[in-house]
């Protein structure tokens, strides 16, 4: 089942994931990717492991019925709490979004005082940190919950007065830090970086994973033999488990491009 004709299955809390979709197909654009976005019960980023780990296998479990060749956690908060038991209870290749965000963290911070911001949950599992640390032992690692920032990025809210309000309280105990580099470690987090940038200044390097994370599900499918060659149009596939009328109204914001049609569907 598990050929170069196979699509990429993606999960997602919610719309988010869609900024890692983007960078899959700038990066892989003939491979076919099932999304699979779990609108139902977003967020996940104020749920407790046990949840959150139960939610990401019935994801799982939706995207192996595409057979798909490859699963990409697109979500920060899954990836922080799920991906261990994800790889011992399924076969199929796994990629998170935590170690190809701090690897691209490590690869670019020259005064090792490296920033992670994220969802309560994200931070509260300390993924990130250890994934640095396994890279590199010396970084020192500042991190901030940003639980506001998901619901400012759903509302529209990317720039003007309360974003920048509320990104200025998260934000500033981590320049007291002078952190060189942010870890910008949520799917919904891309699409504030105008305004964190007006409150960090230009100097501190802003890492979004969805391109590390991308480049190494190349290197899964190169490993896995499994790399697409084909010239025929790749299909994406879109699936959520709630009303789709959101998720069409503002999801082309997070992949750069019209969504086509989008179904609804149970994961359990
Ligand atoms: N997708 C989640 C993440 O990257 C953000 C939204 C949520 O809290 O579910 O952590």
């Known amino acids: 089942m598990n050929g170069a004709r196979q699509p990429i299955g993606v999960f997602d809390s919610g719309i988010g994931g869609l900024t890692v979709v983007k960078a899959l197909i700038e990066d892989l654009p003939q491979e076919s990717i099932v999304y699979f976005g779990d609108t139902a019960r977003v967020p996940y980023g104020t749920k407790s492991k046990s949840t959150i780990v139960r939610f990401s296998l019935e994801n799982v479990e939706f995207l192996l019925r595409f057979g798909v060749k490859c699963i990409v956690i697109a979500c920060n908060t899954s990836s922080s709490w799920a991906l261990p038991t994800l790889r011992k209870y399924f076969k199929v290749p796994i990629v998170g979004v935590i170690r190809p965000g701090a690897l691209a963290a490590v690869r670019q911070t020259r005064t090792k005082r490296v920033g992670v911001i994220g969802t309560t949950a994200t931070i509260h599992s300390r993924a990130y940190e250890t994934a640095i640390h396994r890279l590199d032992p010396t970084v020192k690692v500042f991190s901030q919950g940003c639980p506001l920032f998901v619901p400012l990025v759903e509302e529209g809210r990317l720039n003007g007065t309360i974003s920048l309000q509320v990104a200025g309280e998260y934000l500033r105990p981590l320049m007291r830090q002078r952190i060189d580099t942010l870890i910008l470690g949520c799917t919904h987090y ?54 789709p009328g959101h998720f069409n109204r503002i999801g082309h914001q997070f992949l750069g491009q019209l969504i086509g049609s989008v179904e609804r569907v149970n994961s359990h």
């Open 190 to 243: 891309p699409l504030l970086a105008p305004t964190i940038r007006r409150v960090l200044g230009p100097k501190v390097t802003l890492v979004d994973s969805a391109r590390q994370t991308a480049s190494e599900v190349r290197g899964v499918l190169l490993g896995t033999d499994t790399l697409s060659d084909r010239r025929a149009r790749p299909r994406h596939r879109f699936f959520v488990t709630d009303e």
